[in-house]
């Protein structure tokens, strides 16, 4: 069942996802940025977020459509972005916009 505290652990994690503190470039390679209080790794479409407590938060344009998060306990939650399929190129589409991000025709939303 969802409580309190799992609210507070994701809204900690959702915030850091979008406005990493003190983000910066990693020092060692270029697919990596480092901010206080954990790594970003984006490759092959999948960008990661590992927190330093042992938190992973995941997000891309594979199969899962959405927001992966493992807790540092292990537990997981993940989000998803209501879609639907582009009438013209068939690829995932959020359901609210208008126009196909990928090929650009126009919204074959059912209440359009
Ligand atoms: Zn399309």
Redesign the pocket.
Known sequence: MWDKELSHELAQILKVIADPPDLQPHPQNSWSQVFDGGVIEVMTGLTTFKFSDGARAVYGTGTNFGLSVTLASGEKVSIDIECRL?V??G?R?RNHVKY?R??G?ASNKPDD
């Open positions: 582009c013209m190129c690829r589409i196909c990928h090929c025709a």
